[in-house]
């Protein structure tokens, strides 16, 4: 069974038709401009949002034309004082448009200046106004970033794409400089992301670093609109480590920007913050290294000036010095020579007497020596056996051919031998008489 059917342009025209019945007039409708986007064409899109407790209930898109544009924001920005932009509660006058294409579109027309400030705005405020009565917005700008900070903690998303460009930029630099990244993750948007900010900034207060840095990339102001937290500011005021931020784009500020110690626009401006330290320390130490060198060059080379000075005057006062030494010396040698030839003259007189001395001496001692040889001699030809047996002396031997002194060696029967001065001969003993015996028998 063929079924009755609209084509889609057919149901949308009667939408259209019925919201122009509906919305035949212009209303006055208050909203917070959650995005801001103005063209090159001169055309402004916004988007109006309601939100309740933290809770976006409400979102359409709205848009200025480009002949309108101009004159309701210097209308809007002469009576408030404020820029008209994105996070601002404003009173718009709009008419309802639906377009097939495009769907439901709010097309402003004018704007109450009563309106200066949303509800976002007039929440910062007031959290701005508390933070200074409470004297939070100087604290962290009292404490001092290390000359050259190396360890960091990271409070993000580890998978925001912000943190993979900062993590990148920062540790893949091409002078090398190293750092150590501690990341300490947390929401980064939403009504939970202050109290997940505030639980990873307490945890990394426990170890020793020398800067916590909050960062994430760009997002629309209902996104951002965490880091205007009052309690978030308050913690990061009291935070005893330096505290950098870097939230959003080149036009977001934020209450947590006001009371760290530094803030800047992107993370990649957050990693150049840190390598400007370490370039200009590194650039530091180059121009101290080119001055010490130059100062070791000049004080060498005035040390070798001095020394080269010293050296001609230290030449100088040797060649002097040895000329004097030389003529010293020559004189001593003159006199030595005169001395020697002084003193050898009288060795030689001494030696010429002397050796007179020596020659009577040892003519005389030559004539003793000779008597007392002749003297000697006389005696030794006196007692030669040879002439006291020539005298009728014998010389008896025993039988062992030793010269018998004594009778108490000879035995009767022993064989006797008896030399004269012209022979021997031997005998045989038939008695032996003592001294006392023979002198008995003789008497």
């Known amino acids: 069974m063929?079924?009755?059917?609209?084509?889609?342009?057919?149901?949308?025209?009667?939408?259209?038709?019925?919201?122009?019945?509906?919305?035949?007039?212009?209303?006055?409708?208050?909203?917070?401009?959650?995005?801001?986007?103005?063209?090159?064409?001169g055309h402004c899109y916004l988007n109006l949002s309601e939100t309740v407790r933290g809770r976006q209930v409400a979102d359409i898109r709205a848009m200025i034309w480009k002949w309108q544009f101009p004159q309701l924001k210097a209308f809007f920005e002469k009576e408030t004082g404020q820029t008209?932009?994105?996070?601002?509660?404003?009173?718009?006058?709009?008419?309802?448009n639906f377009s097939e294409l495009y769907g439901i579109t709010l097309f402003v027309d004018d704007i109450d200046p009563a309106f200066t400030a949303g509800a976002q705005a007039l929440e910062k405020k007031k959290a701005i106004e508390r933070l200074t009565a409470g004297g939070y917005l100087d604290m962290q700008k009292e404490l001092v970033l290390p000359p050259l900070p190396y360890r960091l903690?990271?409070?993000?998303?580890?998978?925001?794409?912000?943190?993979?460009?900062?993590?990148?930029?920062?540790?893949?630099?091409?002078?090398?400089?190293?750092?150590?990244?501690?990341?300490?993750?947390?929401?980064?948007?939403?009504?939970?992301?202050?109290?997940?900010?505030?639980?990873?900034?307490?945890?990394?207060?426990?170890?020793?670093?020398?800067?916590?840095?909050?960062?994430?990339?760009?997002?629309?102001?209902?996104?951002l609109s965490c880091f205007d937290d009052y309690d978030l500011a308050v913690a990061i005021a009291t935070c005893p480590v330096p505290v950098v931020t870097a939230i959003g784009h080149d036009r977001d500020f934020h209450i947590a920007d006001m009371v760290a110690n530094r803030f800047v626009k992107t993370p990649t401006a957050l990693a150049d913050l840190f390598l400007d330290v370490y370039a200009e320390e590194d650039a530091m130490l180059d121009a101290l290294e080119t001055r010490v060198r130059q100062a070791?060059?000049?004080?060498?080379?005035?040390?070798?000036?001095?020394?080269?000075?010293?050296?001609?005057?230290?030449?100088?006062?040797?060649?002097?010095?040895?000329?004097?030494?030389?003529?010293?010396?020559?004189?001593?040698?003159?006199?030595?020579?005169?001395?020697?030839?002084?003193?050898?003259?009288?060795?030689?007189?001494?030696?010429?007497?002397?050796?007179?001395?020596?020659?009577?001496?040892?003519?005389?001692?030559?004539?003793?020596?000779?008597?007392?040889?002749?003297?000697k001699e006389a005696l030794i030809k006196a007692s030669d056996p040879r002439n006291?047996?020539?005298?009728?002396?014998?010389?008896?031997?025993?039988?062992?051919?030793?010269?018998?002194?004594?009778?108490?060696?000879?035995?009767?029967?022993?064989?006797?031998?008896?030399?004269?001065?012209?022979?021997?001969?031997?005998?045989?003993?038939?008695?032996?008489?003592?001294?006392?015996?023979?002198?008995?028998?003789?008497?």
């Open 2 to 41: 063929r079924k009755d059917y609209l084509e889609l342009s057919e149901l949308l025209a009667m939408v259209k038709e019925g919201v122009s019945d509906a919305f035949p007039d212009k209303y006055w409708v208050k909203g917070e401009i959650s995005s801001w986007s103005p063209r090159a064409n």
């Open 84 to 96: 008209l932009q994105a996070g601002l509660t404003v009173l718009v006058r709009v008419q309802v």
């Open 153 to 223: 903690a990271v409070i993000t998303s580890k998978t925001a794409a912000g943190y993979g460009d900062f993590r990148r930029h920062l540790l893949e630099n091409e002078a090398g400089y190293a750092f150590r990244l501690d990341l300490y993750e947390a929401l980064m948007q939403g009504e939970q992301a202050p109290a997940s900010i505030i639980s990873a900034l307490l945890e990394a207060q426990e170890e020793a670093y020398d800067a916590i840095l909050i960062l994430r990339g760009g997002g629309s102001e209902m996104d």
């Open 296 to 375: 070791v060059a000049d004080r060498l080379g005035a040390m070798s000036r001095r020394c080269d000075a010293l050296a001609g005057r230290i030449r100088l006062g040797l060649v002097r010095r040895v000329h004097q030494e030389e003529q010293t010396v020559q004189a001593r040698v003159t006199r030595i020579r005169l001395g020697l030839t002084q003193k050898y003259s009288a060795l030689v007189r001494l030696s010429d007497g002397a050796a007179h001395r020596l020659q009577f001496a040892a003519g005389a001692r030559i004539g003793q020596e000779i008597s007392a040889l002749a003297l």
């Open 388 to 443: 006291i047996l020539g005298l009728g002396y014998v010389l008896v031997t025993g039988s062992d051919n030793k010269v018998l002194k004594t009778v108490d060696r000879v035995r009767v029967g022993d064989r006797i031998g008896v030399r004269f001065s012209d022979g021997a001969l031997t005998a045989k003993v038939d008695e032996v008489f003592t001294e006392k015996e023979d002198q008995k028998n003789t008497a």
